[in-house]
């Protein structure tokens, strides 16, 4: 057999075993039936509690029976697997100390009549009075970030309040806009590298998003260093936050992410957000829904595959079978 013969054998060898693989791989994800694997998480930020009948556009001191609202909900009508508290739990701007704590206790002793279990980001407006450890310390919790495996998913919060100076804690400061340190980028990291399916948690969102003037503003000082790892990790399946007074959705380089409005902002009085995940685990497929109420009815899906589709593998696989460097 000449040399141009055995190249062009293995050439058309090569497109059949590609071929092949890609049939095979339709098939199979054709043939599979199996039941998704479902989580239920509910979703309730800034709820912004205040002595004020109205402060700007949020309706400060109806918080306590709005949120007396959404746990009856969760608990009698969505019953969720997990709950994530958003951040913003009290307005706190110009309060003294020690009425932002008896604000912060009352509003949680409502949110802990939830029957699921409970996570919690944290808020700019939570440090406008208080220190970080006196937030977690009313909150019942150890940590500002957290990771929670249920179901097959995995879960995870993160903190986006930090000063950029020297990336230390905020405390006690007025400001608006987040700051995630190298630190907390390197937890974070940490937290999604898993094959599980993986929703985030945080309180500002990682993209530019529209305020409650319709003006687009960034949320988090270093977005682009948060997406970034994001990015790199497939099984990151939605990123959901809060801070902007409207629901919204966007998709920056294959991610979805999601913000829930304010509890008690006039123009969406009431807000908080199910979210629906399933996951097939033979076709790496997880697909979420979040629905979104209050006086602005929003629904936003949301689906990723943990693992490359059909013509991607073919694709490499041809590239292996030719020598190509990926």
């Given at each position: 057999?000449?040399r141009r013969?055995?190249?062009i054998?293995?050439v058309?060898l090569?497109?059949?075993?590609a071929a092949?693989a890609f049939v095979?791989?339709r098939s199979?994800?054709?043939?599979?039936h199996?039941?998704p694997?479902?989580l239920?998480i509910?979703f309730?930020?800034?709820?912004?509690?205040g002595?004020r009948k109205?402060?700007?556009?949020?309706?400060t001191?109806?918080a306590p029976?709005?949120?007396?609202k959404?746990?009856?909900?969760?608990?009698?009508?969505?019953?969720?697997?997990?709950?994530?508290g958003g951040?913003d739990?009290v307005?706190?701007?110009g309060?003294k100390?020690?009425?932002a704590?008896?604000?912060?206790r009352?509003v949680?002793?409502?949110?802990?009549?939830?029957?699921a279990?409970?996570v919690y980001?944290?808020?700019?407006?939570d440090?406008?009075s208080?220190?970080?450890?006196?937030?977690?310390e009313i909150l019942e919790i150890n940590?500002?970030?957290?990771?929670t495996d249920?179901?097959?998913?995995?879960?995870?919060?993160?903190?986006t309040n930090?000063?950029?100076?020297?990336d230390?804690?905020?405390s006690?400061?007025?400001?608006?806009?987040?700051y995630?340190?190298?630190?907390?980028?390197?937890?974070?990291e940490?937290?999604?590298?898993?094959?599980?399916?993986?929703?985030?948690?945080?309180?500002?969102?990682p993209?530019?998003?529209y305020?409650?003037?319709?003006?687009?503003?960034r949320?988090?000082?270093?977005?682009?260093?948060?997406r970034a790892?994001?990015?790199?990790?497939?099984?990151v399946v939605?990123?959901?936050s809060?801070?902007t007074p409207?629901?919204?959705?966007a998709v920056?380089?294959?991610?979805?992410?999601l913000?829930g409005?304010?509890l008690?902002n006039?123009?969406?009085?009431?807000?908080?957000a199910t979210?629906?995940?399933?996951?097939?685990?033979?076709r790496?497929?997880?697909?979420?829904?979040?629905?979104h109420?209050?006086?602005?009815?929003?629904?936003y899906?949301?689906?990723?595959?943990l693992?490359?589709?059909?013509?991607q593998?073919?694709l490499a696989?041809a590239?292996?079978?030719?020598?190509?460097?990926?």
């Amino acid at each position: 057999m000449t040399r141009r013969a055995i190249l062009i054998a293995v050439v058309v060898l090569s497109v059949a075993l590609a071929a092949a693989a890609f049939v095979l791989c339709r098939s199979q994800s054709a043939r599979y039936h199996e039941e998704p694997v479902r989580l239920k998480i509910g979703f309730s930020p800034d709820w912004e509690y205040g002595s004020r009948k109205r402060l700007a556009h949020k309706l400060t001191n109806q918080a306590p029976v709005e949120l007396e609202k959404v746990v009856r909900y969760f608990n009698e009508e969505f019953r969720p697997d997990l709950v994530v508290g958003g951040g913003d739990y009290v307005e706190s701007s110009g309060v003294k100390p020690e009425t932002a704590k008896r604000q912060l206790r009352e509003v949680n002793d409502i949110f802990k009549r939830l029957e699921a279990p409970r996570v919690y980001a944290l808020g700019n407006h939570d440090m406008r009075s208080l220190s970080k450890e006196e937030v977690m310390e009313i909150l019942e919790i150890n940590s500002p970030h957290s990771v929670t495996d249920l179901g097959g998913f995995r879960v995870v919060v993160f903190d986006t309040n930090f000063n950029k100076a020297d990336d230390s804690p905020r405390s006690r400061q007025q400001y608006a806009e987040g700051y995630v340190s190298a630190r907390e980028l390197r937890w974070l990291e940490a937290a999604i590298t898993t094959d599980q399916p993986t929703l985030v948690f945080s309180h500002h969102s990682p993209i530019t998003a529209y305020n409650v003037d319709g003006v687009l503003v960034r949320n988090i000082t270093n977005e682009e260093a948060v997406r970034a790892v994001f990015e790199r990790h497939r099984n990151v399946v939605a990123v959901i936050s809060g801070h902007t007074p409207r629901p919204q959705h966007a998709v920056v380089n294959g991610v979805h992410y999601l913000i829930g409005d304010t509890l008690v902002n006039e123009m969406g009085f009431g807000a908080f957000a199910t979210i629906q995940a399933e996951w097939y685990p033979s076709r790496a497929k997880v697909g979420i829904v979040f629905e979104h109420y209050g006086l602005r009815r929003e629904t936003y899906a949301a689906e990723r595959y943990l693992e490359k589709g059909c013509w991607q593998q073919t694709l490499a696989t041809a590239r292996r079978l030719f020598g190509v460097a990926q």
